[in-house]
């Protein structure tokens, strides 16, 4: 038996913004919702065609954070990863 899902995705719905006098328009609440928009949030702006596409600004955000985490000593990003991830296929085996 297939299982249906009665209420579409927000990637399935064409949601609308209006465009303004001043050219300004404002984003759908489940839009800035799904992608954590707050006031603020940098986006890039690009014409591909007839479509603009609108992205968050990870660079910023990233750049925001840098620095402002220390790992404790003698730890490395690799034994951070590793405790993420698990170990990767090319790590030695510990006994």
Do not use: C, H, W
């Amino acid at each position: 038996m297939r299982a249906y899902r009665l209420t579409p995705t927000l990637q399935e719905v064409a949601l609308e913004a209006t465009v303004a006098e001043r050219g300004q328009i404002t984003l759908p609440k489940a839009v800035r919702d799904a992608l954590g928009l707050t006031k603020g949030t940098l986006l890039k702006v690009e014409l591909e065609g007839g479509r603009i596409i609108l992205r968050k600004n990870v660079d910023d955000a990233i750049s925001r954070a840098r620095g402002r985490f220390r790992l404790p000593e003698g730890v490395s990003t690799d034994d951070v990863m590793r405790e993420l991830r698990g170990r990767a296929p090319d790590d030695p085996v510990e006994p």
